[in-house]
Each structure stands twice: as structure tokens, then as C-alpha cells.
């Protein structure tokens, strides 16, 4: 038997409530993906009945997220910064606290600077892409060692028509020239690989490889540093995103490498997330 939009709702909310803290919230956003409509249409037209085919799709959709796969991943899409980007379990769910590392850099670029940019364990594209968006005059380029990754970044780039960025499978800066870069940014792995987190939330799903980083979760930052300072132009900026509790750490080894007028950034909800010096 069909149930009107109101219904399924309803009824989609209470089998969400027990794996979700926004379980009302997951089941709009599922209805409105199965649909091809904005959430709004469910205020206007809830008495519309739901014929069976979507109704059935929907209804595979809920099991997958009581089951506490991430919304961005069944429905492939996240919003970050101005954008809709394509997600797959291939790369990481962009959070809104990156958006402080592009913002951070956009105060350090200049509109009508012609500057050359690398984002590290890019993704799929996020930083890269928000960065392109806002600074049409730079060139982007974002590298990640997952193929699967790139090619999700490449389409999102497509998608948005934006032809100032280039996103590589690679090692980090192995393949970039020495002093070449005004800027790098970069959100790597830096979870700790004994994290009790990473057997809970969204996390449980995303590349593994995106998030771990050694023991202390440090590992990435110890590869990315010395690269940086090879392949920074003089006075050129590094910006690094990070754990809650890395930003004394990581300062000290940006000062250890040289560079100088370290300081860190907050994000959001008021915790330490982004480190900035330059060489």
C-alpha cells in the first residue's frame, strides 16, 4: 500500500531515531534524494501519495542508514563551502570545520595574484575546489595517492566547470619543483591509530588511509614539512588542519623545520584546528 510523503516520513523517522541523533533530518534528506525534490516540497504537498518503486527505493535507503552508513555517502553527495560535491567511500566526507582552512587561505591570497597552489590528500577536491572557486587568477593543484580519489575530485572539477585546477595520483610533493609553490594546504590523515573514535560515527565507513597516521598522528605531517619547505617560493604559506589536541605539537615542528610566524587557528566550535607559518 502507497503512503503519502507525511506518512513516510513519520514512519521513516522512528526507524532512524534509535542509530540517529537527526533522524527526522536523514529521512527529509533520503525522501528528497529518492524524489528529485527539495525538502520544502514535503511542506507544501504532504498529503502526496509515494508510489511503490520509490517508496521501495526509500526504504532500501533507510535500512542503509540505520545500519549507520553516512547520508553523504548513500546519497554521493556533501555540501562544503558554496559547493555540491560528489562523495563516494573512496574519499572523505568533507567537514564544515575544513571550511576555517579556506577561509584561512583565502585572507593569505590575494584577488588578482596569479599563485600557483598544491592541496595535499586532497580528496575529493574540496579544499581544491572552494579554493579555484574563490581565486579564479590561481592554478590548483591537488594531489592524492588514491586514483579512486582523483577521479572523484576530476568529475566534481568538471561538474563546476572549473578549469584552473589539476588533480594527480602522487606521494605528496615528490613530483613538484623545488620553490615553486606560493601555498600549500593541506588536511591529512592525523588520527592517532589507536583512536578509540575510529570504531564509532561516519568514520567507521571513510578510507582508512586518509585518517590514520602512526602512533601519535603525526606521521603525515613528518612527510609533509620537509617537502614543504623544498618546494615553498621564500615567504610563501603552508597551512596544515589537525587534531584537537596536535596544534602545540605541530607548531613546534613547523619551528623546527623553519618556519616562522607560526600561529594556529580555531575552528567553529571554538577547538584548535589549523596551524599557518611560512618559509
Known amino acids: 500500500m502507497s503512503l503519502t510523503i507525511a506518512q513516510n516520513l513519520q514512519q521513516a523517522t522512528e ?15 533520503l525522501l528528497a534524494h529518492v524524489l528529485k525534490k527539495d525538502r520544502i516540497y514535503f511542506l ?24 549507520g552508513e553516512p547520508i553523504a555517502y548513500i546519497t554521493e553527495v556533501q555540501a562544503f563551502w558554496s559547493l555540491q560535491l560528489k562523495v563516494t567511500p573512496d574519499t572523505l ?16 591570497l590575494h584577488e588578482d595574484m596569479n599563485y600557483t597552489i598544491v592541496d595535499l590528500g586532497s580528496g575529493s577536491g574540496a579544499i581544491t575546489l572552494a ?6 587568477h590561481c592554478h590548483i593543484l591537488g594531489v592524492d595517492q588514491s586514483k579512486q580519489a582523483v577521479q572523484v575530485a576530476t568529475e566534481n572539477a568538471n561538474q563546476l566547470a572549473l578549469h584552473n585546477v589539476t588533480f594527480q595520483q602522487g606521494d605528496w610533493l615528490s613530483d613538484v619543483a ?44 613528518e612527510k609533509i614539512l620537509p617537502e614543504a619547505k623544498r618546494c615553498l617560493k621564500q615567504k610563501a604559506w603552508l597551512l596544515l588542519e589537525h587534531g584537537y589536541d596536535q596544534q602545540n605539537k605541530l607548531l613546534e615542528l613547523m619551528q623546527q623545520h623553519g618556519f616562522k610566524e607560526t600561529r594556529g587557528v580555531r575552528d567553529y566550535g571554538g577547538q584548535t584546528r589549523v596551524v599557518i607559518g611560512r618559509i
Do not use: C
Open 44 to 67: 507544501t504537498w504532504p498529503e502526496e501519495l509515494v508510489s511503490q518503486p520509490y517508496q521501495a527505493a526509500y526504504l532500501e535507503l533507510l535500512e542503509r542508514r540505520a545500519g
Open 131 to 136: 579554493i579555484a572557486v574563490e581565486r579564479p
Open 178 to 221: 623545488d620553490s615553486s609553490l606560493d601555498m600549500v594546504v593541506s588536511n591529512p590523515p592525523y588520527v592517532a591509530e589507536n583512536d578509540p573514535h575510529m570504531s564509532e560515527g561516519d568514520v567507521r565507513f571513510e578510507p582508512t588511509s586518509a585518517l590514520l597516521a602512526g602512533p601519535e598522528g603525526l606521521a603525515a605531517y
Open 15 to 29: 526507524k532512524l531515531k534509535p542509530s540517529s541523533d537527526s533522524a527526522r533530518l536523514d529521512a527529509e534528506i
Open 93 to 108: 566526507i568533507p567537514r564544515p570545520d575544513t571550511e576555517i582552512l579556506v577561509q584561512e587561505a583565502l585572507n593569505l
